[in-house]
């Protein structure tokens, strides 16, 4: 049995889901296409290749096995992209929720379905019908469940809204121990520099205290406002909109003090160093080109308990 358990974003990893890249298949029709910079990738004919991806994720992979963290990796569905595991299932204190998301994503948990069978039935929440919700609006934090969210209109509105407020709203009554706040995100289907496709696009905690923040992916300034007083300012690393393109918030903790982040990110890099960070950088470029990072292609399923 997995007994799961994460009660934050940076406690020591002990055992994760690792998305794959292997079966991805070829470049996707444009119209199969749900997020804007994949769609920019693939106009341009710069679409990630499968062999690439397949590398930089075993350069991931081979950093967690370095921390002695237990990796479980995805049974391959061909032509699928399995990449992604960060939204397909989360864990939030010990309980596993199997979320529903995108229809063109639906079969994706087959492929984790035998790591989902070795936790307790009891600990396995399924949400309701009228419930979309995705891992990677979805953060655990302490006495708080941080979550980006969209109000009815966008929801309706965009292909990227994917947490709608019945989300929201079923983590309140889950869990109704945290204090679960909702972020409302910017969001485009068309235009990838404006778009904050899930909450780990533009905020992430990190260490015991701090946070990397994108003021403009959220759509009300309050919503900033509360996390800027919550961490405290001088606890904020500030990133652009282009450093928001590119992911500078979609980095991975494997503890307090390790920090994995992709290795052309030098201005973080230089920063999360002078803090006093161990960063652990590995090639992810091409993985990114699918507007996700290495948060989003992580699934948590044990962190120490504080």
């Known amino acids: ?22 079966g991805v298949g070829d470049v996707p029709k444009m119209e199969d296409a749900y997020d804007p910079k994949s769609k920019e990738h693939i106009a341009a004919g710069t679409y990630p290749k499968e062999e690439a991806m397949k590398a930089e994720m075993e350069a991931f992979a081979k950093i967690l096995e370095k921390y002695n963290v237990k990796v479980y990796r995805p049974e391959i569905i061909e032509d ?19 979320p529903r998301i995108l229809k063109d994503r639906k079969e994706e948990i087959q492929g984790i379905q035998y790591v989902i069978d070795q936790i307790a ?46 989300g929201l709203e ?3 009554r889950e869990f109704p121990d945290k204090k679960v706040k909702g972020f409302q995100l910017n969001k485009s289907d068309d ?11 533009c905020f992430q905690p990190i260490g015991e205290n701090q946070a990397i923040i994108y003021k403009e992916g959220f759509k009300r300034l309050e919503d900033y406002e509360y996390l800027k007083n919550y961490f405290g300012e001088e606890n904020l690393i500030h990133i652009t909109r282009d450093e928001m393109y590119n992911m500078f918030s979609n980095v991975f903790s494997i503890s307090p ?44 399923l044990i962190r120490d308990k504080n």
Not at 138 to 160: C, L, Q, R
Not at 191 to 201: E, M, P, T, V
């Open 257 to 300: 003090k390790v920090v994995v982040v992709e290795e052309k990110f030098e201005r973080l890099t230089k920063i999360l160093e002078e803090k006093g960070f161990t960063v652990e950088r590995v090639p992810y470029a091409e993985i990114s080109k699918m507007e996700g990072l290495l948060r989003c292609s992580t699934l948590p």
């Open 170 to 172: 079923f983590l309140r």
């Open 191 to 201: 235009i990838a520099k404006d778009n904050a496709l899930h909450l780990d696009c």
């Open 80 to 98: 699928y992209n399995q990449i992604f595991s960060r939204d397909i299932g989360f864990v939030i204190g010990n309980k596993f929720v199997k």
């Open 1 to 22: 049995m997995i007994d799961v358990y994460v009660g934050d974003e940076t406690s020591p990893l002990r055992a994760v889901i690792l998305g794959t890249a292997v």
């Open 121 to 166: 039935e009891e600990n396995i929440l399924n949400v309701p019908v009228d419930v979309r919700i995705e891992g990677g609006d979805v953060m655990p934090w302490k006495d708080h469940i941080f979550v980006g969210y969209s109000e009815k209109e966008d929801f309706d509105k965009y292909i990227v809204a994917r947490t709608n407020r019945e």
